[in-house]
């Protein structure tokens, strides 16, 4: 019997796939020891001999399942094993089936064990999670199965209790009547040995039911993790749905089944006394119950991760089983700062922090019920860190990336329950800064625990190198949330962000594998640079959030794209070609690359001084694009003036008063008139294959030599010319998707009407051409001359002043 003891643990789905209908599970229950003790893999099959003694066993069941069923004081119990027998005398023609049946039933149970003794190391030990859990809200077959099996079993529970308080009703009934002494004594022994079968049956029920409550609460509580790891990830970028309301109604219908249960239990052992079986019962129920109510405090509302002293923020706590709450017993709940050691310590000991290593403000809040949403929650307004103590740092590590937490704590008075109980949380890792200047680190240190840490972690543990196919998931997503954009990413804008950060500007291979450290992330600077990565990466965010998010969500940036990379895809383009990208040696820069004419007639790549966030408030990237007339066409061919018309904004000139108006441009000095700062890095284009305009000159020298243009693809890719993807989707449909075809110059909408026209005034994001991927080689790194820019306002003929706002490059 002692497989038969492992198996009837397993969920209940699970075993009711073990036996087939002729060979019900009511047989493998009451037959278990005599089961196991048989010879079954003795047995040949296929040997016609052996059918004798296979009968023998086959009249030996059905005997047993009629002498159980003669005792069994339920009617419908009685009937069921009947059935069952006459159901089981059709292995009579076919004796050896039946053990080739038992045989098949013995195997999976054993298969099915050590598939869950496996599970339960590789997981240990307390919260086994379920196979691809379904999104919340959403009611997955698994729970709905959970929650009618353990509905079930209480329902056999309540009726097995009814059927021995008729029993003893009974007995009662018959000690009082005129029947003679001797048949009384005979029908009441007849009751009471059908009460023992009855208690020890109720005994086995009352356990599958407690053991069906738990496999409820084990999924339910792996979906409040779920809920809070998708909180966790929203800082990222991550899907996130802060509806509550499924989780809540589960755990209180899990706590309202505890609830039956512990009836059920005390009443068992009011009958029948108080057996082991009943303790144990009980003491599961009070750890289920303990559990729930610990895992139904949830921070819903999380502190900023990122706090600087002395500054307010608001932070929220719900209990999700609030509506159970005993009335006239408030919970206070008190807030605590608690280190990283300390924090560890809770989890994975239960200690509670004895020194305090802050002072908090507006620490302490009452649990309020709001009828409308039916939610019970501590709202901590006004809090405020006043005073932080540091712990001992480690080597070289920075006041940013040390991680704190705000502890919440309290005691629960539920209905039914006598004594409070002690919930507490933790919230997300924060980091404390006194200045505004540490922001920008400290934000490094929060996504970095963010992204990378695992999912029931010890706090705060992180790797220290993680594999750069999941930072440039990270960098996506967080790209994508912090501009508001739909558009991502590409491939070789990872390829460029992973030359830049492994300091490997000619490596050709796929990075995907390759493992980044968090010093190569924010510690070290980058090479030739007074910055780190996550510091030119973040600045480029803010800019992009703040000014150019239309023009990147329109595929009018080309963004993350090296110097070294524009002469590949510009040298057969005519003079005037120009794409933007983002600067790589300034902080939140965007810079102009074009094809400019150099002094003999050749072709050069010049780079505009980059505009920061600065400029473009003083002046937008659409207008300083439209004063510009050294630059034309966006690469590939667009007309800018088609591609950024809607972009341009009508001259705010002043009427009257007596004043002349005025009016502010964007001019690129000439460079032809001054050398080049090193003559050796003037790069010149070499002869494009299609020259445009038809009579350009170009020199007669022979073009430079050029490194393979593959270095630069992610993975071995060879040199092809460009490709334009265009989007199947209707015009200003900001889609990333779309089918490669072959570029044929401005495509057009269903009407055949130019997408660019003049016509068009839907706002912003306009046209689709984020929808176009450009695909193109690369070359090694080579440096450009950067043409200054200034300033002209304009007004009065006889009266023009330049303000000269050119920086280094």
């Known amino acids: 019997m002692a497989q038969w003891e492992k198996v009837k643990s397993l969920p209940p789905q699970s075993l009711s796939e073990l036996y087939p209908t002729e060979f019900p599970m009511e047989v493998r229950y009451y037959l278990a020891s005599w089961i196991e003790e048989q010879p079954w893999e003795e047995f040949n099959v296929d040997d016609p001999s052996q059918e004798a003694q ?37 292995f009579q023609s076919q004796p050896l089936l039946l053990v080739k ?20 190391h590789q997981n240990p030990p307390q919260q086994p999670c379920p196979p691809a859990p379904s999104p919340l809200g959403a009611a997955s077959p698994g729970r709905e199965d959970r929650s009618q099996a353990l509905a079930m079993w209480i329902m056999k529970v309540t009726k097995i209790r009814e059927e021995s308080h008729l029993l003893k009703g009974e007995m009662l009934r018959i000690q009082e009547s005129e029947l003679p002494e001797q048949v009384k004594k005979t029908q009441i022994q007849q009751m009471e040995f059908n009460g023992q079968a009855l208690s020890l049956k109720r005994f086995q029920l009352l356990q599958e039911a407690v053991h069906s409550l738990n496999q409820c609460q084990i999924h339910h509580l792996h979906k409040i993790q779920t809920w809070r790891r998708d909180q966790h990830l929203a800082t990222i970028g991550g899907a996130f749905s802060e509806d509550l309301g499924p989780l809540q109604t589960w755990c209180e219908h ?44 949830i921070v819903d509302k999380q502190p900023p991760q990122v706090v600087k002293t002395h500054s307010k923020f608001s932070t929220s706590v719900r209990l999700l089983l609030g509506e159970k709450m005993a009335p006239g017993r408030p919970v206070h709940l008190k807030a605590q700062i608690v280190t990283e050691v300390q924090a560890r310590n809770l989890v994975q000991m ?71 109980c002690k919930v507490q949380t933790l919230s997300f890792p924060i980091v404390v800064i006194v200045h505004g200047s540490q922001d920008i680190n400290a934000m490094a240190t929060i996504i970095w625990d963010c992204a990378f840490s695992d999912f029931d972690r010890v706090p705060f543990v992180v790797p220290d190198r993680v594999p750069w196919k999941q930072m440039c998931m990270t960098l996506d997503n967080k790209f994508m949330s912090e501009v508001q954009t739909q558009r991502g990413l590409d491939a070789y804008n990872h390829h460029f962000l992973a030359q830049k950060i492994f300091n490997k500007p000619e490596y050709k291979e796929n990075f995907s594998n390759m493992l980044v450290s968090w010093s190569q992330f924010n510690k070290e600077m980058l090479s030739g640079r007074t910055f780190t990565f996550w510091q030119w990466f973040d600045g480029v965010m803010e800019l992009s959030k703040k000014h150019l998010r239309y023009y990147w969500s329109d595929g009018l940036i080309s963004g993350f794209i090296g110097k070294q ?115 050796q890095q003037e790069i010149t284009l070499a002869p494009s294959l299609s020259p445009y305009p038809p009579d350009n000159v170009y020199p007669p020298e ?3 030599p050029q490194p393979d243009p593959s270095i630069f693809y992610p993975g071995n890719c060879t040199k092809q010319l460009p490709i334009i993807r265009f989007s199947q989707q209707p ?30 005034t839907t706002p912003s994001p306009g046209p689709s051409l984020h929808d176009m991927d450009l695909e193109f080689p690369m070359l090694d790194p080579d440096m450009y001359g950067v043409p200054p820019v200034t300033m002209t306002t304009i007004g009065s003929p006889l009266d023009q002043t330049k303000t000269n706002s050119a920086s280094k490059f």
Do not use: W
């Open 254 to 297: 899990l706590l309202g089944a505890n609830m039956k249960l512990r009836e059920e239990v005390l009443l068992a052992g009011r009958d029948c006394g108080g057996t082991e079986t009943i303790q144990e019962c009980q003491k599961r129920l009070d750890l289920l119950l303990q559990t729930l109510i610990q895992s139904s405090l």
């Open 702 to 704: 022979a073009p430079p």
């Open 731 to 760: 015009p200003y449909q900001n889609d990333t998707g779309g089918a490669f075809v072959p570029y044929s110059g401005p495509f057009t909408d269903p009407e055949g009407n130019s997408i660019f026209s003049t016509t068009n």
């Open 101 to 120: 049946t038992v045989q098949n039933i013995l195997r999976k149970e054993r298969d099915l064990l050590s598939q869950m003794s496996i599970t339960f």
């Open 565 to 679: 990379h524009l002469h590949v895809i510009l040298q057969d383009r005519p003079n005037g070609t120009f794409l933007l990208r983002f600067s790589d040696s300034e902080i939140g820069g965007i810079t102009i690359a074009y094809v400019a004419q150099t002094e003999n007639g050749g072709r050069r790549v010049q780079n505009i001084q980059p505009f920061s966030k600065k400029d473009l408030e003083i002046r937008c990237l659409g207008d300083r694009i439209r004063d510009i007339e050294a630059i034309t066409h966006l690469y590939p061919n667009f007309p800018k003036n088609e591609v950024f018309q809607k972009y341009y904004t009508d001259e705010q000139r002043m009427e009257g008063r007596g004043y002349i108006g005025v009016s502010i441009r964007t001019k690129v000095e000439d460079t032809t008139a001054h050398p080049p700062l090193d003559p």
């Open 350 to 420: 239960g200690a509670m922090p004895a020194e305090n290593v802050g002072e908090l403000v507006s620490n302490t809040a009452i649990m309020e019920h709001n009828a409308s949403n039916k939610s019970t929650c501590a709202i901590f307004r006004n809090m405020c860190i006043k005073k932080i103590k540091r712990a001992d740092r480690r080597g070289s590590e920075s006041v940013t990336e040390e991680k704190f937490a705000i502890h919440f704590s309290g005691d629960v008075v539920l209905m039914g329950c006598e004594l409070p």
């Open 54 to 90: 296979a009968l023998q066993l086959l009249e030996q069941i059905i005997s047993f399942l009629q002498g159980i069923a003669q005792q069994n004081a339920n009617v419908v119990e009685r009937l069921r094993l009947q059935h069952i027998g006459a159901k089981m005398s059709e």
